[in-house]
């Protein structure tokens, strides 16, 4: 599949909500986990503090100008690796180019993110309910990637206690999120036990943003 047809196909596209698309199997799995794997040589995967204390069962890394990082002092984006004391890698072009392709298939063109905030599920590593809100323009979207081992991802809306809508996640899945529902609560379940072919038994999600100006 050569880069310009991956979002050529548009059948698999569905509209979830005002603002929120998903694309099913929409990416080249190996070329991104390779990257990944890749990245995390440079930038290790590592289990961050909350401000309350706890550390969080999802282990992350960042590319791009900035990184997103939680220490018990908040949460913040950072142009520093905290624990390497030096800046992220680069973002990848074809991240970038494919981020943004798939911002402007959902509605929102022009989308240039300055941040990839990688996650690594381990089995029944979870995310409670949250919502994005540490970049300064809400009108730019986020974009994420699923790769690895499915995960039942929930959307409440705009409480914490909302009605929880229910997908599963799956390796390639590609979801954008913006508009009225950029700000919307949401979480994922712990990861259930499995193999998949490429990378064993974790999931990878991948969240583009525009963090800063
Ligand atoms: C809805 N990650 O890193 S991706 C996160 O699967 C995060 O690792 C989840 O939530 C994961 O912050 C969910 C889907 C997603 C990403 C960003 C959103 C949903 C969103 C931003 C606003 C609303
Ligand atoms: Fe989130």
Redesign the pocket.
Known sequence: MSMNDLFANDSGLEILGEGITLWRSAIDVARYVSDIEDLARRAPFRNMQVPRGRTMS?AITNCGKLGWISDTRGYRYSAIDPTRSAPWPAMPEHWLRDAAQAAQRGGFAGFSPDAC?V?C?EVGAR?GA???RDELDFSQP?V?I?LGLS?A?A?HGETRSGTRRRIE?HSGDV?I?GGP????F?S?APVKAGLHPLCGARRF?L?FRRAGA
Do not use: E, G, K, P
């Open positions: 999802v905030l996650n599920y995310m949250h919502q994005d986020v994420s699923s995960a991802f959307f996640l979801l999120w529902a950029r700000l919307h949401h994922v999600n969240t």
